[in-house]
T-cell receptor, first 112, second 113 residues
Framework: GQQLNQSPQSMFIQEGEDVSMNCTSS?????WLWYKQDPGEGPVLLIA?????ELTSNGRLTAQFGITRKDSFLNISASIPSDVGIYFC????????????FGTGTRLQVTL | SQTIHQWPATLVQPVGSPLSLECTVE??????LYWYRQAAGRGLQLLFY??????ISSEVPQNLSASRPQDRQFILSSKKLLLSDSGFYLC????????????FGEGSRLTVL
């Protein structure tokens, strides 16, 4: 099946630092999404990308859909304690009943 | 507004016992519904999805089954649980507005002993 590789697997940063994580695939997808999962809860959608090369922001979060349609990155600026959690990338193609394939996740820890 | 609920939130079951996890969606009609499983420290694996009442598609061969008896109800079941069925089960839905924008429930944590 499809495999998404996320890196890094985990990050320990100090409050106020910027964060960058990425996601790569061996196949082309026309929709890339980033989700965040807080401990013991379901993932919540952060950003959705539908166009190759697209750069989209949501507050302190910025994500880009790679021009090759095989990768994406997520940046978080000026991290705060509530940014702690697991960040997942996910991909799908239109016409596939929105069946998402999820990456392995990046676990983010923020220290004061 | 649309909401999604799962229950029970946590469950501890012995090997060989049956399972029933329920998921209901409110505030929408004819949603696509999904069951995902998350093993400890791992990503999410799609188990089943449904585009309508009685329509179930299975993504991976396994010890589980799914049913959709009503438009906004999705049930995950097993006749005999295995140790490997332990995990965090997530129900999700999409209204069809934008591809991939799934909304997840709170999750059901299953421990099989």
């Amino acid at each position: 099946g499809q495999q998404l590789n996320q890196s890094p697997q985990s990050m320990f940063i100090q409050e106020g630092e910027d964060v960058s994580m990425n996601c790569t695939s061996s196949s082309i997808f026309n929709t890339w999404l980033w989700y965040k999962q807080d401990p013991g809860e379901g993932p919540v959608l952060l950003i959705a990308l539908y166009k190759a090369g697209e750069l989209t922001s949501n507050g302190r979060l910025t994500a880009q859909f790679g021009i090759t349609r095989k990768d994406s990155f997520l940046n978080i600026s000026a991290s705060i304690p509530s940014d702690v959690g697991i960040y997942f990338c996910a991909v799908t193609n239109t016409g596939t009943a929105s069946k998402l394939t999820f990456g392995t996740g990046t676990r983010l820890q923020v220290t004061l | 507004s649309q909401t999604i609920h799962q229950w029970p939130a946590t469950l501890v079951q012995p090997v060989g016992s049956p399972l029933s996890l329920e998921c209901t969606v409110e505030g929408t009609s004819n949603p696509n519904l999904y069951w995902y499983r998350q093993a400890a420290g791992r990503g999410l694996q799609l188990l089943f999805y449904s585009v309508g009442i009685g329509q179930i598609s299975s993504e991976v061969p396994q010890n589980l089954s799914a049913s959709r008896p009503q438009d906004r109800q999705f049930i995950l079941s097993s006749k005999k649980l295995l140790l490997s069925d332990s995990g965090f089960y997530l129900c999700a839905w999409i209204s069809g507005r934008r591809t991939g924008e799934l909304f997840f429930g709170e999750g059901s944590r299953l421990t099989v002993l």
